[in-house]
């Protein structure tokens, strides 16, 4: 099992900036590729970008692309999501998921973080 473990979620205004930090624990071996997700209410789940652990290859929507920028720390076992420029349609609960395809798809995913609250005020 691999354990997934979120934090730096918060309250934030519009034009700021939060780093988000995925920690990953257990048979991490098992997984060579980490991803953030959001969901905000009353809508489904939505990829927002995706990485491997060496950092090369890097995926990211379009909404994001230019805003948010996707890291790993392979030696901590830790992921990381800095988000720059937040809009109010930021707004969601960001999980933490891991898997060994590159994909943007949710099925893709075998671990997954409780998920951290980021609001983003106008």
């Known amino acids: 099992q691999v354990q997934l473990v979120e934090s730096g979620g918060g309250l934030v205004q519009a034009g700021g900036s939060l780093r988000l930090s995925c920690a990953a624990s257990?048979?991490?071996?098992?997984?060579?590729?980490m991803g953030w997700f959001r969901q905000a209410p009353g809508k489904e789940r939505e990829f927002v970008a995706q990485?491997?652990?060496?950092?090369?290859?890097?995926n990211y929507a379009n909404s994001v692309k230019g805003r948010f920028a996707i890291s790993a720390d392979n030696v901590k076992n830790t992921m990381y999501l800095q988000m720059s420029s937040l809009e109010p349609e930021d707004t969601a609960v960001y999980y933490c998921?891991?898997?060994?395809?590159?994909?943007?798809?949710?099925?893709?995913?075998?671990?997954w973080g409780q998920g951290t609250q980021v609001t983003v005020s106008s």
């Open positions: 998921a891991a898997g060994s395809t590159l994909s943007n798809a949710e099925r893709n995913y075998y671990y």
């Open positions: 257990g048979r991490t071996w098992r997984t060579t590729v």
């Open positions: 990485t491997d652990w060496t950092g090369d290859h890097t």
